[in-house]
């Protein structure tokens, strides 16, 4: 069935919206949709899965515990090894920032 990532957005979006596109044993694919949330100051995703992230729309800031920070627009995509320490520190609270998320273990 053909799909848009970019439709069916949520007008009221009080909390992130993570949406399972694919799931396999090897593979985990997401559409996450934020609007102005962030990932708590003093909490860290430490995750067992290298994950690729790209920012379709939107924008967003990911915040590495090393203290170095990317700002992401459409199109830039960012790959998070396994236990690579990150948090997102900003969402654009005025548009949803639309994120595809690709999942694996090695």
Known sequence: ?????????????????????????SVKIERILSKGQH???????????HEWVMVVAGAARIVFEDGNEVVMGPGD?????AHRRHRVSWTDPEQTTVWLAVHWTE
């Not at 909390?15 to 399972?20: G, K, R, S």
């Not at 990932?39 to 899965?49: F, G, H, K, L, V």
């Not at 995509?77 to 090894?81: A, D, I, R, V, Y």
Request: glycine share 0%; charged share 20%.
């Open 1 to 25: 069935m053909l799909q848009n990532l970019l439709t069916n957005l949520p007008q009221n979006l009080t909390n992130e919206l993570f949406e399972t596109l694919v799931d396999s044993k």
């Open 39 to 49: 990932t708590p100051a003093d909490e860290w995703y430490d995750q067992d899965e």
């Open 77 to 81: 995509h960012l790959l998070l090894p």
